[in-house]
């Protein structure tokens, strides 16, 4: 069993920075591939970025080269870089663990991007 908490969502204007946090708890963090979706009101949730044990990192095409993903393995952490914020990122973004066709979610934490 994996629990996974999310951290770092908040209000930002546009062009602003956020960086979210999900810390797992359990063992075998590191071989986990670990995502970030999101999922505005109204609308189906989303990959933004995911990144695999051995480091592969992918994006939507919506976010690339404003989102980065990383990860670290002593922490049991992963982060998610957003820059260049824009309105239409606003959403709940949800952490994802997946191992072996187990999958584990976080509870979310709110982005809302806004002047």
Not at 18 to 40: E, I, N, P
Not at 41 to 63: F, M, N
Not at 75 to 85: E, F, G, R
Request: with cysteine; charged share 20%.
């Amino acid at each position: 069993q994996v629990q996974l908490v999310e951290s770092g969502g908040g209000l930002v204007q546009p062009g602003g920075s956020l960086r979210l946090s999900c810390v797992a708890s359990g063992r075998f963090f590191s071989d986990y591939t670990m995502g970030w979706y999101r999922q505005a009101p109204g609308k189906q949730r989303e990959l933004a970025a995911r990144i695999t044990s051995a480091g592969s990192t992918y994006y939507a095409d919506s976010v690339k080269g404003r989102f980065t993903i990383s990860r670290d393995n002593a922490k049991n952490t992963v982060y998610l870089q957003m820059n260049s914020l824009k309105p239409e990122d606003t959403a709940a973004y949800y952490c994802d663990a997946v191992l072996r066709g187990e999958n584990y979610w976080g509870q979310g934490t709110q982005v809302t991007v806004s002047s």
